[in-house]
């Protein structure tokens, strides 16, 4: 009997010595209680033909880059989802007054919505929590960065604006399992820039939104898009890119006034076509690159240097006329039409003789030394060799050898002023026409470029 005491009274000691077991947090016992059953595979909904309804919300933070080559762009986006679960609804008073919890993402069903342009999900941070409040309502909000196919438009580079979307839907379920609506207005969401970094080199219009449905395989999908309309500043790219081609253009333009016999025209010409070259290939990357359709300014990068090159051989061309030979001269027509008094420096050795003997004549003041009236019988006694010409004859022979010689050079020198006033006029003639096409190409880029910019 004793024993049996002793016994009682030490099993009684060995239970007042074990720690009583704690009990579990409101927050644990809520978890289980609403994950203890749950199934994150079935849509939760008692009633299987009620539609769930996903509220879907945007906020853009940034634009980090628009690739012309591939037609993509990437965007760091704020992404919000908001539904109801019907199995995650508790009341509050019994689990301490908890209202809202946060769930793992992977424990509960999640929608399979998706974006339809959507290529890459770059370097999005992973958030593998939901919160659930106590009335069902599910949050997921997470920030993500989206590589997006778009359809870019680089024509007007750089005073381009593009329009990339971002369309919401589910990949399986339709409109009679999931439908999609906006959290907020659409144009709460279209004014919305708060988030969004607007210092660098694109700027936001809006983000408009639309809502519609879209019928494939005898069923309809609902669909949310929004639009996003970004303009890119050209202030870097007109610094950058534009100016400097266009005080290369203007240097050339001056460089026209430069003298034709100088030398000095030609070889200023190909050092601003290096320098224009050099300056091309180094700005190569500085341009969008695009598989179909050319930008505008790629376009003006190549008419300039097409200009220069037309400004070099027109010089050239100015410059071989200015050297020609007096024989390669009387080869073209149109100089000989051109140039009366350049032809008639040609005329025959015995229209020269003619004219300088007539105004030697009676050069003897003795009167007993005449010349005679024949012109062949002056020149066979001016080219007839004399084994003693008298002192007379050999003076008349001397000066009419200087008047040929002085008029040959005279008729010479005035011929090549002719000649040099001609091609000036012509390099006066083609730098005005030079001119009037590279204003014109000037004048219709800016009036491109200034509607494009202000529109």
């Not at 010595?17 to 909904?45: F, H, I, M, W």
């Not at 929590?129 to 997921?140: E, L, P």
């Not at 379920?173 to 988030?195: C, M, P």
């Not at 027109?314 to 030979?325: A, G």
């Amino acid at each position: 009997m004793d024993v049996t005491w002793l016994m009682l009274l030490f099993s009684v000691y060995l239970a007042e010595c074990v720690p009583e077991k704690p009990k579990r947090s409101a927050l644990n016992q809520l978890t289980r209680t609403l994950l203890r059953t749950y199934d994150c595979g079935v849509r939760p909904v008692h009633n299987w033909t009620s539609h769930t309804t996903i509220h879907i919300d945007l906020i853009l933070q940034s634009v980090l880059d628009v690739d012309g080559k591939t037609q993509s762009m990437t965007t760091n986006i704020w992404y919000r989802q908001v539904w109801t679960d019907e199995f995650l609804v508790w009341d509050p008073e019994e689990f301490d007054g908890i209202t809202e919890i946060s769930l793992s993402s992977d424990a509960i069903w999640i929608p399979d919505v998706i974006v339809s342009e959507f290529v890459d999900e770059g370097k999005s941070p992973s958030i593998p929590y939901v919160y659930v409040n106590s009335s069902g309502s599910v949050k997921n909000n997470r920030p993500m960065q989206v590589v997006l196919a778009c359809s870019l438009e680089m024509y007007a580079f750089p005073f381009d604006k593009q329009n990339c979307s971002l369309t919401f839907r589910s990949w399986l379920h339709s409109v009679k399992e999931i439908d999609l609506a906006l959290l907020r207005s659409a144009e709460a969401i279209a004014n919305d820039q708060k988030e969004f970094m607007n210092d660098g080199e694109w700027e936001l219009l809006s983000v408009p939104s639309r809502y519609w449905q879209i019928h494939q395989d005898d069923t309809d999908y609902a669909q949310i898009q929004f639009n996003v309309l970004i303009r890119r500043r050209p202030l870097l790219y007109v610094v950058g890119l534009l100016i400097p081609s266009i005080f290369l253009m203007l240097v050339d333009v001056i460089s026209f006034y430069l003298p034709l016999n100088s030398g000095t025209r030609i070889a200023f010409k190909i050092s601003i076509l290096l320098g224009y070259t050099v300056f091309r290939v180094n700005l190569t990357d500085e341009l969008p690159s695009t598989a179909v359709r050319t930008p505008l300014i790629g376009v003006f990068f190549a008419v300039c240097m097409a200009m220069l090159m037309l400004s070099l051989i027109k010089s050239i061309l100015v410059v071989k006329l200015l050297h020609h030979s007096e024989k390669e001269v009387k080869q073209f027509s149109v100089s000989a039409c051109l140039l009366d008094k350049y032809s008639s420096a040609g005329q025959e050795f015995t229209e020269s003789a003619l004219t300088s003997l007539k105004t030697l004549e009676f050069i003897n003041p003795s009167g007993d030394y005449e010349l005679e009236p024949s012109l062949e019988e002056d020149l066979l006694s001016l080219n007839e060799i004399q084994e003693a010409p008298s002192g007379l004859e050999w003076l008349l022979q001397e000066l009419v050898s200087l008047r040929l010689a002085f008029s040959e050079e005279d008729s010479e020198s005035s011929a090549q002023a002719d000649w040099l006033a001609l091609c000036s006029k012509l390099d006066l003639f083609l730098f005005r026409f030079y001119l009037f096409v590279l204003t014109l190409y000037a004048s219709t880029l800016l009036l491109l470029w200034a509607s494009w910019s202000f529109a």
